[in-house]
């Protein structure tokens, strides 16, 4: 039999099994061969952003952590944060010990570094990377008075490649967050372009699609299309627009409560095999949890009970998208 032959007759079995009338005659091995099961998509690997547990000590928060489900931590190492920069060299050793005792990973870190010629920053990202520290994310940019925007894209573009040459060196990789309002990067193609020399194996972007809606409207598929070469990890959070005193302000919301439309995100991630480490937040009011407080207003069981909450949600739009 000739290759078209064959060609035609395996279409016309094939054709045959989706409308049921060969089924009751055919072998095991020539059903499997015809009608392969999809694969089920696996569940997230998320760690939870430790900005919301900063009330707790290192021990308590990876402990919490553990218990709510969680499958790591993003240690926040930066001012006001879990690990203060310029005690990096003791306590951050001693944070990623009681994340790992609790069982969960300890691969990103959030960070305020944001020059590769800071001493404060080069102590802090040599410590990370030789606790095996693969990712962390750097602080915004902000447009200087006095610049005209493409003056200043052409520094922040030098800022970024010298960054992605020092993690190069150290065998890191930084990310650059894409944040609604008026700092850099605010917009997906801005940040595209300010991307554009660094090292793309060093250097790349926390993907956050609440502020991507919140930036780009009905137009922010176009905005994940074009950056996901460069997404490193993933933020997730939600929100909605409320008018408040005749102003429309953001607020931010339990996830799958506001306007992110998760199914058609998570359905474009699987499309483009966007497989990259995933950080939930918690912008939404918890007793100053949400804030990064030491202290917190209402019963810590409360705040664990969102995270639960949140967490299993994820999870549930992941799979069903």
């Not at 996830?255 to 992110?260: K, P």
């Not at 359905?267 to 483009?272: E, H």
Request: proline share 4%; hydrophobic share 40%; net charge positive.
């Amino acid at each position: 039999m000739d290759t078209e032959n064959k060609k035609s007759r395996r279409n016309f079995i094939k054709n045959s099994v989706i409308a049921g009338t060969l089924l009751p005659f055919m072998s095991d091995d020539l059903y499997a061969d015809m009608v392969k099961p999809v694969k089920a998509a696996e569940p997230l690997n998320i760690s939870v952003f430790s900005k919301h547990l900063q009330f707790l000590n290192y021990k308590d928060m990876a402990d919490a952590a553990a218990e709510i489900g969680f499958n790591g931590v993003d240690l926040t190492v930066r001012p006001n944060g879990h690990v203060l920069p310029e005690r990096v060299e003791t306590d951050l050793p001693e944070a990623i010990q009681a994340i790992k005792k609790a069982g969960l990973a300890a691969t990103m870190i959030t960070t305020a570094v944001q020059d590769a010629n800071d001493p404060t920053d080069l102590k802090l990202l040599k410590t990370a990377s030789g606790l095996g520290i693969k990712y962390y994310r750097m602080n915004w940019l902000r447009y200087p008075e006095g610049k005209s925007i493409p003056e200043a894209m052409i520094q922040f573009k030098k800022t970024l490649t010298e960054i992605s040459h020092l993690n190069r060196r150290l065998g890191i990789t930084g990310c650059y967050q894409n944040h609604s309002g008026n700092l850099a990067g605010a917009s997906i193609w801005e940040l595209w372009e300010i991307l554009k020399n660094s090292d793309q194996r060093n250097m790349g972007v926390q993907y956050d699609i609440r502020h991507a809606v919140v930036e780009g409207g009905m137009s922010w598929k176009t905005g994940l299309n074009l950056i996901r070469p460069h997404i490193k990890i993933l933020a997730v959070k939600d929100c909605i627009w409320l008018k408040k005193d005749g102003s429309w302000v953001v607020e931010n919301v339990p996830l799958g409560e506001g306007m992110v439309d998760f199914k058609a995100y998570f359905k474009m991630l699987k499309d483009f095999n966007i497989q990259v480490p995933v950080s939930l937040h918690y912008e939404y009011p918890m007793g100053g949890a949400e804030r990064g407080a030491n202290s917190i207003s209402i019963d810590k069981q409360i705040v664990f009970a969102h995270m639960k909450r949140d967490f299993m949600k994820l999870q549930q739009l992941w799979l069903e998208a």
